[in-house]
């Protein structure tokens, strides 16, 4: 929804910040119909948030991850979509939100930060 919303917009650098808990749980499908499932990672919604992601990367539209969660399992989808977009994220735990690791695919680089 927001790529749909950037693409009607004219300025040059477009860029998605998104707040999760890493698990992608609803879509849109092609008929205006809304899928949800918000039990466990969900192939067809896994795969579509990742066909959007790389969408998004040929749009040059760049999406900026806070994620808040330290299941590792939600952090691996996170850095693929991450990585497919070649964005950015930083990884949070819900009990220390001032500790982070911040994954650069622009630069290929990864930092803590305390």
Known sequence: MARQILM???HVNKQIFMITDGKPSMIIRSNGQIYRNPAGLDPMI???TLDEAVICRKKRIAITTFM???DSYLQTFVQKLTELNKGR???SSVDN???YILWDFVTNRRKKYN
């Open 97 to 99: 939100l001032g500790s």
């Open 68 to 70: 808040v969660t330290d």
């Open 8 to 10: 009607t917009k004219k």
């Open 89 to 91: 994220a930083y990884f």
């Open 46 to 48: 896994v795969n579509r």
